[in-house]
């Protein structure tokens, strides 16, 4: 069993950053696959990226790439999401999400284990 505790989202201005973390409970969270992901009001569930549980592999969505990077601190139990250059169009709930496996996908429904989510609004 994992918990996994979102936190880092606000308010932030067009072109701002924002770090998204991810702290996981449990001692094999070095054993995970963990994803980020968004829902935006009245949208599906939309991958943003994945990191092995090495880290030595990442994968992101396309209008993620160049702005988002995913990072992990196995000792920390943590997973982050650096966001630079946000666009309006970011505003959403993101979430975090385990799954135990080597491999990193971007089907949601490959995760076992849910954060609740933290808001991410990028407005002027």
């Known amino acids: 069993q994992v918990q996994l505790v979102e936190s880092g989202g606000g308010l932030v201005q067009p072109g701002g950053s924002l770090r998204l973390s991810c702290a996981a409970s449990?001692?094999?969270?070095?054993?995970?696959?963990m994803g980020w992901f968004r829902q935006a009001p009245g949208k599906e569930r939309e991958f943003v990226g994945a990191?092995?549980?090495?880290?030595?592999?990442?994968r992101y969505a396309d209008s993620m790439k160049g702005r988002f990077t995913i990072s992990r601190d196995n000792p920390k139990n943590t997973v982050y999401l650096q966001m630079n250059s946000l666009k309006p169009e970011d505003t959403a709930v993101y979430y975090c999400?385990?799954?135990?496996?080597?491999?990193?996908?971007?089907?949601?429904?490959?995760?076992?284990?849910w954060g609740q989510g933290t808001q991410v609004t990028v407005s002027s």
């Open positions: 999400a385990a799954e135990r496996t080597s491999v990193v996908h971007m089907n949601p429904a490959a995760y076992d284990y």
């Open positions: 449990g001692r094999t969270f070095s054993r995970y696959t």
């Open positions: 990191i092995s549980w090495t880290g030595s592999s990442t």
